[in-house]
């Protein structure tokens, strides 16, 4: 895969790094929020707007909805599938790739107040984080519970507040700010705790690794044997945004998106 290709070519090994040609192929001037997708798809949200870009800042789609109030965090690891999630309200909407809606989840009915810790499972239906039981639960399209995962109360006696929810097709991950990632398995088992990373800004590679921001580099974890590598992208500064896709690096600096092809 391009992206594991891309690590093992830029890692950091002692004070010594291979080269690596950057091109600049887009810029794209938004001050929102920023999630990307497989195939290298942009998508700029921000109150009930979505907008969505092919990589050469072609404008592929839009959305609105004024109904629900603020999109608190946007899945986009499925393409075709997108779940916008509106926190204030206990509500998600499913859009396709056209961002049209398809349907609309009432998060409430799970019986947790301000329930937005939902994330799309890799085969049918959601993951999500209880906040009154403190544990993930496999949900159907209906939101019907079908598997329920080891409290956190049983893995850890400090107060733990997961602020994101992962399925990485093998392991569900939960990051919990100055604590670390969580890890379950695929039937909600817990697994390990993954010490803190620096920041909730945390992407998945693969089924087996994330990576996350590390001051003005990043880190890739892998879940399973529990090495990390550092690697140094194009231009960075500590308090920009990162994602990587398959032969694109998107940096956010605030006020605009740049996007680089390798």
């Not at 602020?163 to 695929?186: A, N």
């Not at 909730?200 to 693969?206: G, M, P, R």
Request: hydrophobic content about 40%.
């Amino acid at each position: 895969m391009r992206i594991l290709l891309f690590l093992s070519i830029i890692m950091l090994s002692g004070s010594a790094s291979v080269a690596q040609e950057y091109r600049l192929i887009s810029k794209l001037q938004n001050t929102g929020s920023f999630t990307t997708d497989p195939l290298s798809n942009v998508y700029f949200y921000s109150g009930g707007d979505i907008f969505k870009y092919a990589s050469d800042g072609t404008l592929l789609a839009s959305y609105s909805n004024r109904e629900f109030g603020e999109i608190t965090y946007l899945d986009a690891s499925n393409p075709m599938k997108i779940l916008a999630v509106f926190g204030t309200f206990s509500r998600a909407l499913v859009l396709d790739a056209s961002l049209s809606s398809n349907a609309t989840l009432d998060l409430s009915v799970l019986g947790t107040p301000d329930q937005q810790l939902i994330c799309l499972s890799r085969e049918a239906g959601f993951w999500i984080f209880d906040r009154n039981e403190m544990n993930v639960k496999k949900l159907s399209e209906t939101l019907t519970v079908l598997a329920e995962g080891t409290s956190l109360r049983q893995v850890s006696s400090d107060p733990v507040e997961p602020s994101v929810i992962f399925d990485t097709g093998k392991w569900i991950l939960l990051f919990v700010s100055q604590y670390g990632v969580v890890v379950f398995d695929r039937f909600g088992t817990y697994f390990k705790t993954i010490p803190a990373t620096e920041t909730d800004e945390i992407q998945l590679l693969n089924e087996n690794e994330f990576i996350s921001k590390s001051g003005d580099g990043m880190i890739s974890h892998d879940i399973q044997k529990g090495i990390t590598k550092k690697f140094r992208l194009p231009v960075n500064e500590p308090g920009d945004k990162v994602r990587i896709e398959p032969g694109h690096i998107f940096i956010h600096n605030g006020d605009a998106l740049n996007i680089y092809s390798f």
